[in-house]
């Protein structure tokens, strides 16, 4: 099995595993609780608390963990729209779905909403963005990977901008954590997102990091947790597994190279096939992404001959996966739904090598020539 689908999830490393396995057996202590196993346990988090806060450059007190990025994205943009009612939010149209529904509940309590198109390359104009800030504009949401395409967002230029039109900035970097800087500052955001399976961290662990005196209010309330920002029992073992995930994914240069170069091979030996045509590749693109429209060709035939190939690939996200809809990502770039639906996404890690995308090309071209029934192909 050739695993490319690494933007979907990544198996837990050895490494984080071996961390986490104490924590499911024998010291199982509740954080919240007095006693030495709670007071252990407590300890456990607030060590991983302060190994996620130093890989994305932040303080321990600017954490705050949830069950993974959609909860922290729902906490960060809920969270700052319920302290300024009615207040108008700018997001971009290619947001990850879980930002749009997020989005979407928001203006179903009051909020009104422009929704900004990507480029034909998948960026985000910052005239247009700044152009579609209002007066009582609240909140501005873009991520900076997309998980799509790899199509990358720069909003540090605009910080200055927004900040002093008192507009708060929300990034998704779920795509971006691992494969390069991830960090306030870098990313131009006031709340920061990102996720622990996707940096071969436990699936269930995610964080918002929140700029210095932003305040959210908290969504899902209960024992106090987490500063009273999220209430409920702290998983020990997943946000132990994160800090330890998070530590690996300090490494992101070396790692981005030795994607970025087996990304560019895998994405020449597909366009070699002739009728494919790859998404962004005019704009700056994370090291792992390729999503490519494969003409004479429906999507989801070629995913099921993929898989008969023993490639691991998506028609987009996997979030969305089993949906007839065309991509809103493909879309937003002023895409066909056509040309949607004839669109594949292979995302890499670092566990594979040149030999191995050697041999997932001459898969794919199999998968290619089956799906446009070419006599012959097997």
Known sequence: MIDVDRAATTPVHPDVLEAMLPWFRDRAGNPSSLHAAGREARRA????????????????????????????LHLALLGSLALRPGAHIVASAA????????????ARLGHPVTWVPSGPDGRIDHDELAAALQDDTALLAVMRTNNETGVQNDLAPLRAHVEARGVRVLVDAVQSFGHERVGLEHCGADLLVVSSHKVEGPKGSGALVLRDGVVVE?????GGQERGLRGGTVDVP???????????????QERAARVSALRDRLERGVCAMGGVTVHGSGAPRGPKHVHVHVEGIDGETLLINLD????????????AAGSLEPSHVLLAMGRSAAVSRASVRFSLGDHLDET???EAVLRVRRAVLRTRGVEGAT
């Open 45 to 72: 988090v607030e060590d991983a608390r302060e190994r996620v806060a130093a890989a994305l450059e932040a303080t321990a007190r600017q954490v705050v963990f949830t069950s993974g990025a959609t909860e922290a």
């Open 95 to 106: 947001e990850h779905a879980a930002l749009l529904e997020a989005v979407r509940t928001a």
């Open 218 to 222: 908290p969504q899902q309330r209960g």
């Open 238 to 252: 997943a946000v132990v597994g994160f800090g330890r995930a998070a530590v690996r994914a300090t490494a992101w």
């Open 308 to 319: 008969r190939e023993g490639v691991l690939a998506s028609a987009g996200s996997a979030c």
């Open 356 to 358: 191995v995308i050697d």
